[in-house]
T-cell receptor, first 111, second 117 residues
């Protein structure tokens, strides 16, 4: 049982480049979300989805885009990377148990 | 809107000593409460949750937390810590939705627990 998987684990981008962070879950969860973690800031919600075809913004959505075409996948797109987007990104999913399951994270550096 | 305050950013403690990590929340509606743990270079893992019922909640690894509605607190405790408990701990809340088991989590800024031999 893989749970929540994220790729890549590490990424370095130059300012202005775009990329997609991948997230997949094999638990058939309807709810999925993306957070960013910065030192001393805790985790902040970027975007979330309550099912295929349904997404909405969280606390810090600017500069990020999401879509949800399947239950399993919830990719996060950085449209034009900026140094302020240097962070660790976590994907999470949740079902009927009230618990959310987190992936191992993607560490992104924008130079 | 909900918010979470973790009162200590760092808590150093000696092995086998008791520890309390403090969490206060603010909300105008009913909430669910959670504690997550993050070991170095890993994702978050649920320690325990309060949904309803008994205000004393027991979790994994010997941790427990007590929900205090009047003080809007949800402090995490362990009577005797081990070196392996060294990690960052996050308190989180989400609003109650009737019939809804999922929703957006609001996290505190975290408390780094450092257990020394």
């Amino acid at each position: 049982n893989a749970g929540v998987t994220q790729t890549p684990k590490f990424q370095v981008l130059k300012t202005g480049q775009s990329m997609t962070l991948q997230c997949a879950q094999d638990m058939n969860h309807e709810y999925m979300s993306w957070y960013r973690q910065d030192p001393g800031m805790g985790l902040r919600l970027i975007h979330y989805s309550v099912g295929a075809g349904i997404t909405d913004q969280g606390e810090v959505p600017n500069g990020y885009n999401v879509s949800r075409s399947t239950t399993e996948d919830f990719p996060l797109r950085l449209l034009s990377a900026a140094p302020s987007q240097t962070s660790v990104y976590f994907c999470a999913s949740g079902g009927s148990s009230y618990e959310q399951y987190f992936g191992p994270g993607t560490r992104l550096t924008v130079t | 809107a909900q918010s979470v305050t973790q009162l200590d950013s760092q808590v150093p403690v000696f092995e086998e000593a008791p520890v309390e990590l403090r969490c206060n929340y603010s909300s105008s509606v009913s909430v669910y409460l959670f504690w997550y743990v993050q070991y170095p270079n890993q994702g978050l893992q649920l320690l325990l949750k309060y949904l309803s019922g008994s205000t004393l909640v027991k979790g994994i690894n010997g941790f427990e937390a007590e929900f205090n509605k009047s003080q809007t607190s949800f402090h995490l405790r362990k009577p005797s810590v081990h070196i392996s408990d060294t990690a960052e701990y996050f308190c989180a809340v989400r609003r109650y939705y009737y019939g809804g088991s999922q929703g957006n989590l609001i996290f505190g800024k975290g408390t780094k627990l450092s257990v020394k031999p």
